[in-house]
């Protein structure tokens, strides 16, 4: 496709479990993004890849919560022991360099 | 610290009108303003950007206003329409040396009355 895809789209799971986000940036962008949009805190930075570079971990709100790109293309976020406050769209984006982020269509999370 | 402001929280406004949506920022560091839209369930759209050596920049029916001295940036929206109604965020980030991580202001429901 041309766009940013993630997936799954939509994920129920249980507190305490573990969870994996994945996300295909557009073809060719260097850079990646993760954001978390929730009803509380608005649109929040998470975590941010560049080429080769190390990625900056800046955003991430505990260590429960990890990423990786591999390949310099696919990216997995990871979430350990979910808790309720995890709750949130995860968005991810890409660009080329620091370009114009371009945005996927979430995955909505809701932990039970 | 919320260091991007941005009002109304909402707007309605009839078919025709112009909304307009104002942030604040605090960091002087900032270098690149973008506005997304935001339709449900759907991620954000990048709509307009601005620097800081404009004050101004059109496009389509998309008007950024830009006032470096007071820290402030706000988006018309000319001759508005039903197709319109979204959620609007402000953004800002330091792109030169930062990465281009966006600092979201907290959004605008508008709603476009026919």
């Known amino acids: 496709g041309a766009g940013v895809s993630q997936s799954p789209s939509n994920k129920v799971t249980e507190k305490g479990k573990d969870v994996e986000l994945r996300c295909d940036p557009i073809?060719?962008?260097?850079?990646l993004y993760w954001y978390r949009q929730s009803l509380g805190q608005g649109l929040e930075f998470l975590i941010y890849?560049?080429?080769?570079?190390?990625?900056?971990k800046s955003g991430l709100p505990s260590d429960r919560f990890s990423a990786e790109r591999t390949g310099g293309s696919v990216s997995t976020l990871t979430i350990q022991r979910t808790q309720q406050e995890d709750s949130a769209v995860y968005l991810c984006?890409?660009?080329?360099?620091?370009?114009?982020?371009?945005f996927g269509d979430g995955t909505r999370l809701s932990i039970l | 610290q919320q260091q991007v402001k941005q009002s109304p929280q909402s707007l309605i406004v009839q078919k025709g009108g112009i909304p307009i949506i104002n942030c604040a920022y605090e960091?002087?560091?900032?270098?690149?303003f973008p506005w997304y839209q935001q339709f449900p369930g759907k991620g954000p759209a990048l709509l307009i950007a601005?620097?800081?050596?404009?004050s101004e920049k059109k496009e389509g029916r998309f008007t950024i206003s830009f006032n470096k001295s007071a820290k402030q940036f706000s988006l018309h929206i000319m001759d508005s329409q039903p197709g319109d109604s979204a959620t609007y965020f402000c953004?800002?980030?330091?792109?030169?040396?930062?990465?281009?991580?966006?600092?979201f202001g907290t959004g605008t429901q508008l709603k476009v009355e026919l």
């Open positions: 890849f560049q080429g080769n570079s190390a990625p900056d």
């Open positions: 960091n002087t560091a900032f270098d690149y």
């Open positions: 984006a890409s660009s080329v360099g620091q370009g114009p982020q371009h």
């Open positions: 601005i620097r800081p050596d404009v």
């Open positions: 073809s060719g962008h260097t850079a």
């Open positions: 953004a800002a980030s330091k792109v030169t040396g930062g990465g281009n991580k966006l600092t």
